[in-house]
């Protein structure tokens, strides 16, 4: 479970831009995690629960967006979310997306008190 080592990487991330910003406490971390980015939100949001006992992200909250994954069909051009579409592009049938979006995992946003 990569997950872990996620969960500690995005902490030791906000704990140094609030160290920068002289932001002493932060209410919510906000995630953007794609749905082709092989990262598992529930994983997530389960680890972080345990991660954070005893540290100064205790009572910090966490939120997750999940970005869709979305795709162009090499032929016909169609842009469509891949995952629904179990990478089969609605129009022609042809399975040869080029990936557009839906990969990321980024901090979206720190919001304090």
């Not at 997950?3 to 609030?18: K, M, N, P, W």
Request: hydrophobic letters at 40%; proline letters at 4%.
């Amino acid at each position: 479970m990569h997950e872990i080592g996620v969960v500690r990487q995005v902490l030791r991330t906000v704990e140094a831009f609030a160290k920068e910003n002289g932001i002493d406490r932060i209410d919510t971390i906000v995630l953007e995690i794609g749905d082709l980015s092989l990262v598992i939100p529930k994983y997530v949001e389960d680890i972080y629960k345990v991660i954070i006992k005893d540290t100064p992200f205790e009572f910090t909250k966490l939120k997750i967006e999940v970005e869709e994954g979305q795709g162009i069909c090499r032929g016909c051009k169609r842009a469509f979310p891949i995952v629904k579409n179990e990478g089969y592009c609605p129009r022609c049938g042809k399975r040869n997306a080029e990936v557009i979006s839906g990969r990321d995992f980024i901090v979206k946003e720190v919001i304090v008190p």
